[in-house]
């Protein structure tokens, strides 16, 4: 289970990053034309069923600067959403035009089979804080060790509903972007509940010894997502 509480039965999802790198002369009105355009293509094709996007709050070494996160109920939306001539058009037109470069990773996992669980919808999720993580696992560990970490990390998410309203996590299965095995997504309440988590004793102990013998490489990143409407589209 990937999800802050376990009372009902768990539903696949499929979750997919996009992370931008924008041109460092990116003016307001850029940015905005670009966050927009990619915010409506969730209104021109069917499949997308919760998104969220934003500016990355801090630096870091991948030198990225916005995020987009998508969630599909099944692959195929998936597959045909990197197929749609709308999003190419977008992808093309109002986003690649402003960055020189982009990430993305896809995963299947799994949340509450639960209408505002899936769809991530009302109150809980009206705003906070989108964190997202990226891992390489060393070669070779891609099996029980990997999911021993992971299910350390989920053990403690689950133990943090007051910060956390829903995380998940899985096998990036992207053919064009292996440069990270696993990806991670948490929806935290408030940026307060993300710094608490981040900088707690217990975040950093499972990290040390669970992730960092078997690591190769790791990407962390959040930003905020301001308040939206509640209404499930």
């Known amino acids: 289970m990937t999800e802050t509480q376990t009372s009902l039965l768990p539903r696949k999802v499929v979750e997919h990053v996009c992370l931008l790198k924008a041109k460092d ?11 927009d355009h990619l915010y409506t293509t969730q209104y021109q094709m069917g ?29 195929e939306s998936l597959d045909k959403f990197y197929a749609n001539p709308f999003y190419l058009k977008v992808l093309k037109e109002h986003v690649m035009t402003y960055c020189h470069g982009l990430i993305n990773v896809d995963y299947e996992s799994e949340v509450e089979d639960e209408i505002l669980s899936i769809f991530r919808k009302g109150e809980d999720f009206n705003q906070g804080v989108e964190f997202v993580l990226l891992i390489l696992f060393n070669d070779g560990v891609l099996g029980n060790l990997a999911e021993h ?11 943090s509903p007051s ?18 095995t696993h990806g991670v997504v948490v929806r935290f309440r408030s940026v307060e509940a993300f710094e608490i988590f981040i900088d707690s004793k217990e975040y950093k102990d499972v990290w040390l010894s669970e992730f960092d013998p078997i690591v190769q490489k790791s990407l962390s990143l959040h930003y905020s997502v301001d308040p939206v409407g509640t209404e499930i589209m």
Request: glycine share 6%; charged share 20%; aromatic share 8%.
């Open 163 to 180: 910060l956390i309203v829903q995380f998940t996590h899985g096998l990036n299965f992207n053919p064009s972007s292996k440069e990270y």
């Open 149 to 159: 970490a992971l299910a350390s990390l989920a053990s403690l998410m689950l133990g």
């Open 25 to 35: 002369e990116l003016s307001e009105e850029e940015e905005n034309d670009m966050l």
């Open 47 to 75: 499949g997308v069923v919760a998104i969220s996007l934003g500016r990355i709050s801090d630096p870091n070494p991948e030198h990225l600067t916005h995020a987009l996160y998508m969630r599909f109920q099944r692959k």
